[in-house]
């Protein structure tokens, strides 16, 4: 569990203004107070090490049926359109550009902008 929890900071704090705090007791990435990526080892039980976090539109269901062993519903955001991801079942590329759609979809305009000026250069 180290290595995937290391995997995921690792990408998180490449992002610009990410900050990690415990929520819920599991380490949580925010972006200016927003969560964008929910770590969970084992949570309730469910076997899991996993990230939990927003997909666009309605990308949920499709990625679920598409690999259901990769991706879930997670409890609790599920219903708001988060999936859940098995850490090892993905490899770091994708794992990187799920964390990054995640981070875009709640960054602040400003923010945005930086990323992707800086990605450019």
Not at 18 to 23: A, D, F, G, M
Not at 34 to 62: C, S, T
């Amino acid at each position: 569990m180290p290595h995937h929890l290391a995997r995921v900071r690792r990408i998180c704090a490449a992002l610009p203004g990410t900050t990690e705090r415990l929520s819920h007791g599991e380490p949580t990435f925010f972006v200016h107070k927003k969560v964008y990526v929910m770590f969970a080892a084992n949570h309730h039980d469910d076997g899991r090490i996993a990230v939990w976090l927003p997909v666009p539109g309605d990308a949920q269901e499709d990625l679920i049926e598409a690999a259901p062993k990769v991706y879930f519903c997670p409890p609790y955001v599920g219903v708001r359109g988060w999936v859940g991801i098995n850490l090892d079942r993905i490899a770091e590329k994708k794992l990187k550009a799920h964390i990054h759609a995640a981070w875009k979809l709640l960054a602040p305009k400003r923010l945005l902008a930086e990323f992707v000026g800086a990605r450019r250069t």
